[in-house]
């Protein structure tokens, strides 16, 4: 068998390249070798060395073919062989239908290379298939039955020639999805709709959700009668009318508030590139339904296409939604309620992050007025939303890129966690505490809270301060309003009750991050099973234990971290009445602080 696996894998590497049949002699592929042995390049066998499991030769620049049948009619090959990335050559196909014989393929990669003709129907047969790459080839025809393959979780077909229709895949398991720059048509499905335009745009002919324009209506089979063209021409009349008094309104409203324009606080960017339209800057405030309102409501009602807004931003002046979609993106990172993107406009000198929010129920205009208002409430430790884009099927947030990453990266990252000392995570906690006292005192009123406050929510800037991210985005459900409204005697004090249960949600979120920062633990299901453990452990009196171990190696007292737990423990109640308001947290850390900081100036002297 051995021999045969490697007879089959000199036949195949020597198709691979067109040196006349050599093979360049630093791989140490040779048939007096041994692939697993004696480790040739590009090959990984299992642990005991005796098959083959992984072939990864990506950028080798190959420039022959990768003739399948030289592998997949191998069976002692065959049986073990789970990943073949030949992404970044310059190869051809042969015999590409006898890839459905590796039949254990998780992964098939051929991206970036010189494949033509149509992809083999066979291909849906790779049933173990998680990741399938044929990006940058010239492949054309029909996709094969990919739909069938229930596990697949990653496919990037861009920039092929691709054509007929997206089939109905199982989207809910992708976490991957490209098929832009194809020959695509018709309607994208519907489970479709949850990935980014992105993954969509230069398909001439495809429609429908997320892209902007919409697929035609069917027409009814069979002709059309008088009667039915008497109607037609009668809404059309209608609708005319409608449109030309609509139109004489504007002007109207245009000419009264001609003064007005001057204290412009946004600014509207038409969603079509195409049009050369400057934006243009409104007083949303005294002239109420402006232009760029009637241009996001129409969104709405899906009669015009829709805007991104640039909220008081200079970094953003002259941002359009068209550079955003045709900018290069590239995901960093899918959360429970939507995915982020790192996308680099030309015309922008800083990287964006686009937050992309999907099945969010709010209403637009809700959505609109939370933004402006989160607009006016700045803080040097929140992050500032710099536009924002509002649709019936998704909500987009562009952010200032945060090259440092999160907190979640910094505590449970692989290299950087032991950077972090005590008086630095201190610090952080007591940062974002005085952040979000602010914010909590700012917006108590409008009832917006973060809604969603985690590690992964919290990033590092230039300075590496911390600084809250995505204040506001998730609407925090005021269960307990009913209850409190009827137990108080006036509504004064039950309204103010209720204010409380809403922002008691980043209490919690707060104290998690408390936990996470003295525990150096990650935490699963929105932390709750890491504030369970904890408390489980301190109440049988193992309290060192939950330290982090890197803490207690730098000797950080003890007593102190102690201080931070109580508080942590006290933000994570179970009962949101029973936690700490945020003011009160902020000045137990502050006490902390100062105690560390007296006692380090003690111990230097
Ligand atoms: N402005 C930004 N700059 C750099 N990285 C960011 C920025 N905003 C978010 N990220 C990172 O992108 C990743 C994905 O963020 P996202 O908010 O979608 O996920 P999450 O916070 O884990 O989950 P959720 O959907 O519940 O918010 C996270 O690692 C986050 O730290």
């Given amino acids: 068998d051995e021999e045969e696996a490697k007879r089959a894998l000199l036949?195949?590497?020597?198709?691979?390249?067109?040196?006349?049949?050599?093979?360049?002699?630093?791989?140490?592929?040779n048939s007096t070798s041994d692939p697993c042995r004696d480790q040739w390049k590009g090959i990984i066998c299992d642990n005991h060395n005796l098959s083959v499991k992984k072939i990864f030769l990506d950028g080798f620049n190959f420039s022959g073919t990768f003739d399948a049948s030289t592998l997949c009619n191998v069976q002692s090959l065959v049986?073990?062989?789970?990943?073949?990335?030949?992404?970044?050559?310059?190869?051809?196909?042969?015999?590409?239908?006898?890839?459905?014989?590796?039949?254990?393929?998780?992964?098939?990669?051929?991206?970036?290379?010189?494949?033509?003709?149509?992809?083999?129907n066979s291909l849906s047969r790779l049933n173990n298939l998680k990741r399938l790459e044929i990006s940058?080839?010239?492949?054309?025809?029909?996709?094969?039955?990919?739909?069938?393959?229930?596990?697949?979780?990653?496919?990037?077909?861009?920039?092929?020639?691709?054509?007929?229709?997206?089939?109905?895949?199982?989207?809910?398991?992708?976490?991957e999805f490209d098929v832009s720059f194809n020959n695509f048509s018709g309607p994208i499905p519907l489970g479709g709709v949850s990935f980014w335009v992105s993954s969509y745009i230069d398909n001439p002919e495809l429609c429908g959700d997320p892209l902007p324009n919409r697929c035609p209506t069917h027409k009814p089979k069979g002709g059309v009668s008088k009667n039915q063209i008497l109607m037609f021409s009668g809404y059309f009349l209608i609708g005319l009318a409608l449109f030309l008094v609509i139109i004489l309104k504007l002007f109207c409203k245009k000419d009264g508030t001609k003064e007005e324009k001057n204290d412009a606080v946004y600014k509207v960017a038409a969603l079509d590139d195409s049009s050369d339209n400057p934006s243009f800057t409104t007083n949303e405030d005294k002239i109420g339904m402006s232009k760029s309102e009637i241009s996001n409501a129409s969104a709405d009602s899906g009669l015009v296409s829709s805007s991104l807004?640039?909220?008081?931003?200079?970094?953003?002046?002259?941002?359009?939604?068209?550079?955003?979609?045709?900018?290069p993106a590239e995901l960093i990172g899918r959360g429970k309620h939507g995915s982020v993107y790192k996308v680099i406009c030309e015309d922008q000198g800083k990287?964006?992050?686009?937050?992309?929010?999907?099945?969010?129920?709010?209403?637009?205009?809700?959505?609109?007025?939370?933004?402006?208002?989160?607009?006016?409430?700045?803080?040097?430790?929140?992050l500032p939303a710099m536009a924002f884009y509002s649709s019936r099927q998704e909500?987009?947030?562009?952010?200032?890129?945060?090259?440092?990453?999160?907190?979640?990266?910094?505590?449970?990252?692989?290299?950087?966690?032991?950077?972090?000392?005590?008086?630095?995570?201190?610090?952080?906690?007591?940062?974002?505490?005085?952040?979000?006292?602010?914010?909590?005192?700012e917006l108590r009123q409008d009832r917006i809270a973060h809604g969603n406050l985690k590690s992964s929510n919290i990033l590092l800037n230039n300075s590496m301060e911390p600084c809250i991210s995505e204040y506001g985005l998730m609407v925090v459900e005021d269960q307990d309003r009913s209850v409190s409204a009827t137990a108080s005697v006036n509504s004064i004090q039950a309204a103010e009750e209720s204010a409380d249960t809403i922002f008691k949600s980043d209490i919690?979120?707060?104290?998690?991050i408390l936990l996470e920062l003295l525990t150096g633990k990650m935490v699963q299901n929105n932390g709750?099973?890491?504030?369970?453990?904890?408390?489980?452990?301190?109440?049988?009196?193992?309290?060192?234990?939950?330290?982090?171990?890197?803490?207690?190696?730098?000797?950080?007292?003890?007593?102190?971290?102690?201080?931070?737990?109580?508080?942590?423990?006290?933000?994570?109640?179970?009962?949101?009445?029973?936690r700490p308001s945020i003011n009160q947290a902020a000045l137990m850390l502050n006490t902390i602080k100062e105690e560390d900081e007296r006692s380090m100036d003690v111990s230097e002297q």
């Fill in 508 to 512: 919690f979120g707060f104290g998690v």
């Fill in 309 to 327: 807004v640039v909220l008081s931003s200079p970094e953003v002046n002259g941002l359009r939604f068209g550079n955003l979609l045709k900018a």
């Fill in 136 to 175: 940058y080839n010239n492949f054309s025809g029909s996709l094969p039955e990919l739909a069938r393959i229930s596990g697949l979780t990653v496919f990037l077909a861009q920039n092929n020639d691709l054509s007929g229709a997206i089939p109905n895949f199982d989207f809910a398991n992708l976490e």
């Fill in 79 to 120: 049986a073990t062989l789970g990943v073949i990335s030949l992404n970044y050559n310059n190869l051809r196909g042969e015999n590409l239908e006898e890839i459905a014989n590796c039949k254990q393929l998780t992964r098939f990669h051929i991206s970036r290379n010189q494949f033509s003709g149509s992809l083999p």
């Fill in 11 to 29: 036949n195949f590497f020597t198709k691979l390249s067109t040196n006349n049949g050599s093979i360049d002699p630093t791989l140490g592929w």
């Fill in 528 to 578: 709750v099973d890491l504030a369970q453990w904890v408390v489980l452990v301190v109440r049988e009196e193992w309290t060192v234990e939950v330290f982090d171990k890197t803490l207690i190696q730098d000797g950080t007292s003890e007593e102190r971290m102690l201080n931070l737990l109580r508080v942590a423990i006290k933000c994570v109640n179970r009962s949101a009445e029973s």
């Fill in 395 to 441: 909500k987009l947030l562009v952010y200032e890129y945060q090259q440092n990453g999160s907190l979640f990266r910094l505590l449970h990252g692989t290299q950087m966690s032991k950077a972090l000392d005590w008086s630095s995570r201190l610090g952080i906690a007591a940062t974002i505490a005085e952040a979000l006292a602010f914010m909590h005192q």
């Fill in 351 to 382: 990287p964006l992050a686009v937050k992309r929010i999907k099945d969010w129920t709010i209403s637009s205009y809700d959505f609109k007025q939370r933004m402006r208002r989160l607009d006016q409430v700045k803080h040097p430790n929140v």
